[in-house]
Every structure is written in structure tokens, then in C-alpha cells.
């Protein structure tokens, strides 16, 4: 039986609110180029939720008025194929605000995008990108047929430019995440792994890599019912509870928006609608972003996928190996 995640925080008297917003991640939309397995965005090349122009405009409006952000996190889909993304990057390097992009590599190759590379170079975009393993068959079976092969040319060509060289500050980040329902391994042992294979074999460099636990909400959920593995690994996560993480969870720093303006507590409820604080509120509801400091944050079970083990974040893992 699982007991209500809710519940398991009460047990250990940990308060889950929002102490100061840091990070502002951005979904840009549904639409990407690929259609992966584990994708908890359900995203895809026939997906056509997009954030509008207008949508775009309010998220700017907000940042020149929260002088507190320091970071602002794009995703998608592939945020890249939203028409608004440059424009967006360059006025959030203008207010000197790092910036995220959840990059899948293959983005690099579809018509209209090659000029991509040079002008994440330029804005000195920190790439976070998709790499679920350092082996061939691994990553085409979550990602789709070719995918890997792609993936290693568009790290090739990031080094070239100086991404993930040491000396260069131009930051490029890898993402593991299990390839099941199983919790991911030690990330320093792993980045270790990743490092010597991908120098050995395809002379590539990179600065980190972060492991994330797979969530059980949207397509991976569809895949634990189908095998019948649901109440398995929950009940994985649940016994694998760390207290230590879960008062460490990136939602009291963060602040998640939909591609239609619509604000959350984390990526993740975003993707299962459960608005922010259990209420819901919009860009155009807020004067800025810090109105969401010190507010209590939504629970639901699947928070047991960033509170197991090590924990899990969009950067990695919570707690020092």
C-alpha cells in the first residue's frame, strides 16, 4: 500500500513551501522532434501547444520586474522550435540572467535550425542536453532509430565551439535517466562512466552529467500499467524515501509556466495540472515572480520520484555523494 506522499512528509515533520524563486522554467511548447519513450511532456512532432507570442511578451515583462532571478530554464518539447525562443534568450542575457536550454541534440539537424549552435555560443547558453546513455542501442530504444548517432554529431560539433572545454565558460551538461523502473545510479560514478566512454570512442567532452529518476506520470506511467509495474516501483520509490532530499527539492526555489501561461510548482505537476499552491493563476494574475515566495507548494504521490534515493532534480541529483 502506498502511503499518500503527504502523509510520509508529516511522518518527518518536514514543511514543504517555497522559500525564494531562483529558477524560472519555461515550457515553450509540445511540439519537438522526436517522440521518446520516457518523455513526461508526452511531446511530439504532431503536438501543436505552443507559447504564443503574447505569452512570451508577459514572461519578459515579468523578469525585468523580479530582480531576485537568477536563472531562466527553457524546455519544451524542444524549446528551440518555438519561434519566440532567440528572442526570449537574448532579453534574458540582457538582464544578465543565465540561461537553461533543455536541448536534444538532434534539433541541430532539422531544416532551419543549424544556425542554432552559433547563436546558443554567442548568448553564452548554458546547453543542458538529452543523452540517457553512452551506448547506441540504449539511447535508440528510448529515443527513437538514429537518434544516438545524431546526438553524438551534435556534441562534436558543441565542442568545436567551445561547449563543455574546460576554460572556455561555455557550459554543456548531459541528462542520464534509467532506461526502466529502477532508480538511476550514483551520478559521479556515472558521469565518471559517461566521461571515459564518450573521450575513448568519440573524443568528446562535456563538464557534467545528472542523473534523473524517471517520473511515474504521463508516457513512462503508461508503460509501468501496461507491464503491470505501477504499484512495483512506487512502491520502490516510496521505501527508498529520503528525508534529506525531499527537504532539499528544487520546487522551493523554482517556479514552473506552461506554454499557456499558466503557472505551477514543478515541471512535473505542470504536466499532470495541478496548479501552483493548489490554486490556479496565470502570468497575467501576478505583478511578479517573487509573489510566489514562501507559499505553500502542491503535493502529490509522484513527488516520491524526486524524494528516493539520492533525490532527483531538473539538475541532477539533490544530495552530495
Not at 519537438?32 to 501543436?48: I, K, S, W
Not at 527508498?240 to 503557472?263: E, R, T, W
Not at 510566489?292 to 504521490?301: E, Q, R, T
Amino acid at each position: 500500500m502506498i502511503l499518500a506522499f503527504d502523509k510520509k512528509i508529516q511522518e518527518h515533520q518536514i514543511i514543504l513551501n517555497r522559500v525564494s524563486v531562483a529558477t524560472l522554467q519555461i515550457n515553450l511548447g509540445k511540439l519537438c522532434n522526436q517522440a521518446c519513450h520516457h518523455c513526461h511532456v508526452e511531446a511530439g512532432p504532431l503536438r501543436t501547444e505552443i507559447m504564443t507570442e503574447k505569452t512570451v511578451d508577459r514572461v519578459i515583462e515579468l523578469m525585468k520586474k523580479s530582480p531576485n532571478l537568477k536563472t531562466i530554464d527553457l524546455t519544451g518539447g524542444a524549446p528551440e522550435m518555438n519561434p519566440n525562443f532567440k528572442r526570449l534568450v537574448i532579453a534574458a542575457r540582457e538582464l544578465n540572467l543565465e540561461v537553461i536550454d533543455r536541448c536534444n541534440l538532434t534539433i541541430f539537424y532539422e531544416f532551419g535550425f543549424s544556425d542554432l549552435p552559433e547563436f546558443l555560443k554567442e548568448q553564452k547558453v548554458h546547453i543542458v542536453a538529452s543523452m540517457p546513455c553512452y551506448t547506441k542501442k540504449n539511447v535508440d530504444m528510448q529515443r527513437g532509430r538514429g537518434v544516438f548517432d545524431k546526438s553524438i554529431e551534435g556534441l562534436k560539433q558543441l565542442n568545436s565551439l567551445g561547449f563543455g572545454i574546460h576554460g572556455t565558460g561555455l557550459t554543456l551538461d548531459l541528462v542520464y535517466n534509467p532506461g526502466g523502473a529502477f532508480l538511476p545510479g550514483a551520478q559521479l560514478k556515472l558521469e565518471a562512466d559517461y566521461k571515459k566512454e564518450l573521450k575513448q570512442f568519440f573524443n568528446i567532452e562535456f563538464n557534467k552529467l545528472y542523473t534523473i529518476t524517471n517520473m511515474p506520470i504521463k508516457r513512462f506511467l503508461d508503460d509501468l500499467k501496461r507491464l503491470q509495474k505501477y504499484d512495483e516501483y512506487m512502491t520502490l520509490l516510496m521505501n527508498n524515501f529520503n528525508p534529506h532530499a525531499a527537504d532539499s527539492v528544487m520546487c522551493k526555489s523554482l517556479v514552473s509556466i506552461g506554454y499557456d501561461g499558466q503557472i505551477y510548482d514543478c515541471d512535473f505537476n505542470q504536466m499532470l495540472e495541478i496548479p501552483a499552491s493548489n490554486k490556479k493563476t496565470t502570468l497575467w494574475d501576478i505583478n511578479r515572480i517573487e509573489d510566489f515566495n514562501d507559499k505553500k507548494i502542491a503535493l502529490a504521490n509522484h513527488c516520491y520520484g524526486c524524494t528516493a534515493g539520492a533525490g532527483s532534480s531538473c539538475g541532477g541529483t539533490l544530495l552530495k555523494e
